[in-house]
């Protein structure tokens, strides 16, 4: 997440070559901010409370962490024709496909409610 957060002002830095600013944008750009802010906070609690263990906490926060995760894919999906048609065309297909695979990876990771259905068991 560290490195998506500077990642993140990375791309928006290249919207400081737009002539035009909107509210909308302003809005959405620190909307992205957010969404990333969310996704740390969720994922790294400053407390667990009452859950024992860290694998306890993930699993029962898994909907809220791939749903910020989803959001924050989605978001740059939306944002990347924000900086022009031609720094689209020069993601090509292959930007398309990942977004499209992380998108139902992150839909499949939110239905998945506990570690028996990701982890063989051992009996």
């Given amino acids: 997440m560290f490195l998506n957060a500077l990642f993140l002002w990375r791309w928006e830095y290249q919207l400081s070559h737009k002539q035009h600013w909107t509210f909308e944008l302003y809005v959405f750009v620190q909307g992205f901010a957010v969404v990333l802010y969310l996704i740390c906070a969720v994922i790294l609690p400053s407390e667990l409370g009452r859950y024992a263990t860290y694998g306890a906490y993930y ?10 995760l989803l959001l924050f894919s989605l978001m740059d999906f939306a944002d990347t024709p924000v900086k022009g048609r031609a720094h689209l065309a020069s993601l090509d297909w292959p930007y398309l496909a990942v977004v499209v695979k992380r ?21």
């Avoid at 699993?59 to 910020?68: D, E, K, T």
């Avoid at 998108?103 to 051992?122: D, E, G, I, Q, V």
């Fill in 59 to 68: 699993y029962s926060r898994g909907r809220w962490i791939f749903g910020l």
């Fill in 103 to 123: 998108s139902a990876l992150l839909l499949a990771a939110m239905k998945t409610r506990n570690s028996s259905s990701t982890h063989s068991s051992a009996s």
